[in-house]
């Protein structure tokens, strides 16, 4: 599939974790692609909807995975986390509507509520870096990467008809 250069980083469980994510992400018809970047990148694009949904990384020798889930209106702990530590990386900067014109009906992102209250919305055209991932987080990724592809064939459905 064009990843034996990005497994080669990897430990035996990480490329079992890994390879089981891009394998379902190519069920759903998205291919990996190595991104002309100084870093080792793969983002994961389907040729039928025009969008990318995941994108496999090494960042500090590790491996991470970035991924689009917006389109789920509930996910876990790991995925609520993994959300919150983009908001505070750069310090809230990134947070807000871009006024990119990609939302068509109303806007297409994340929220982020913190217990005292405060809320950010990420732009859902940015990938989330997920906290680092085990095998029994698969299931959950799986059923985000599911909706968020359904949601991307039913936008590019909206558009034709």
Not at 18 to 40: H, M, N, R, V
Request: positive net charge.
């Amino acid at each position: 599939m064009g990843l034996d250069e990005f497994y080669q980083q990897l430990s035996d469980e990480e490329t079992s974790v890994f390879s089981e994510i891009a394998d379902y992400a190519a069920q759903l018809g998205y291919k990996p692609k190595k991104a002309k970047t100084q870093a080792l990148n793969f983002v994961f694009n389907n040729s039928k909807t025009k969008k990318h949904i995941m994108k496999f990384s090494i960042e500090k020798g590790n491996p991470v995975l970035k991924m689009k889930f917006y389109a789920s209106a509930t996910y876990s702990h790991i995925f609520r986390e993994s959300l919150r530590a983009v908001v505070e990386e750069f310090n809230y900067k990134y947070t807000g509507c871009y006024n990119c014109g990609k939302c068509k009906d109303k806007l297409e992102g994340y929220e982020y509520t913190y217990a005292d209250g405060r809320t950010y919305f990420r732009c859902g055209v940015e990938l989330i870096s997920i906290l680092p991932i085990t095998d029994k987080d698969i299931p959950e990724i799986k059923k985000l990467l599911k909706t968020q592809h359904q949601y991307y064939l039913k936008d590019m459905n909206h558009i034709q008809g």
